[in-house]
């Protein structure tokens, strides 16, 4: 397995097209996040899926950004409409929840791809 | 979801020891601590991790008191590629995982 795989890593584009990225996650990882990242701030949460179950999704997301992860495997993220402020890395995350006795329980170790750079002109 | 703190820059030299303190004072019972490292034009990648004590790796040496409302990284004799933002983060796999990221560490190593 070779990590966490995204693709394309740059993208130019002019604003009101729309673009897609994909992000192959580690093969037994059953967590699949995405993150946003703008020059000198931190990664900023936008969604995660369980498998195939699209589980929580940040409230700065609009409604332009959609995330679809089929078959719990591969995921992509769709930005509708670009806007200039939509500019950034794109980061996409996996790990693996372990489930024991009904629950899931102990840390959370996220391995991260090298990003998606998107340019909105 | 506890939030951290930490210094948002720090200077060092080559071969010195680099110790990074975050502070979080509302962490959960269940949470874990990561520290994650990240370089420019690149995704974080995870350093270490721990709940209480001391551990340490190839790598790094987490200490963590017994009230678990901070925590060191500590990074052994550093050299021009330590340079790059660390993050602190706290939390656990049932709260979905959704670690928030502050704004990190910023260290510069200089020769």
């Known amino acids: 397995d070779t990590g966490v795989s995204q693709d394309p890593r740059h993208k130019i584009t002019k604003r009101g097209q729309n673009v897609t990225f994909r992000c192959d996650p580690i093969?037994?990882?059953?967590?699949l996040y995405w993150y946003r990242q703008t020059l000198g701030q931190g990664p900023e949460f936008l969604t995660y899926?369980?498998?195939?179950?699209?589980?929580?999704k940040s409230r700065l997301l609009s409604d332009r950004f959609s995330a679809e992860r089929p078959k719990g495997s591969f995921s992509t993220l769709e930005i509708q409409r670009t806007e200039q402020g939509d500019s950034a890395m794109y980061l996409c995350?996996?790990?693996?929840?372990?489930?024991?006795?009904?629950?899931?329980?102990?840390?959370?170790?996220?391995?991260f791809g090298a990003g998606s750079r998107l340019t909105v002109l | 979801l506890a939030k951290t703190t930490q210094p948002i820059s720090m200077d060092s030299y080559e071969g010195q020891e680099v110790n990074i303190t975050c502070s979080h004072n509302?962490?959960?019972?269940?949470?874990?601590i990561t520290w994650y490292q990240q370089f420019p034009s690149q995704g974080p990648r995870f350093i270490i991790q721990?709940?209480?004590t001391k551990v340490t790796n190839e790598v790094a040496s987490l200490f963590i008191p017994a009230d678990r409302k901070s925590s060191t990284l500590s990074l052994p004799r550093v050299s021009l590629s330590d340079t790059a933002v660390y993050y602190c983060?706290?939390?656990?796999?049932?709260?979905?995982?959704?670690?928030?990221f502050g704004q990190g560490t910023e260290l510069s190593v200089k020769p």
């Open positions: 983060l706290v939390g656990a796999v049932q709260e979905g995982g959704k670690l928030i």
């Open positions: 899926f369980q498998n195939e179950a699209q589980l929580e």
């Open positions: 995350a996996s790990s693996y929840a372990r489930y024991v006795a009904g629950r899931y329980s102990g840390a959370n170790v996220l391995t």
């Open positions: 721990g709940y209480k």
């Open positions: 093969s037994e990882h059953n967590r």
């Open positions: 509302n962490i959960a019972t269940n949470d874990y």
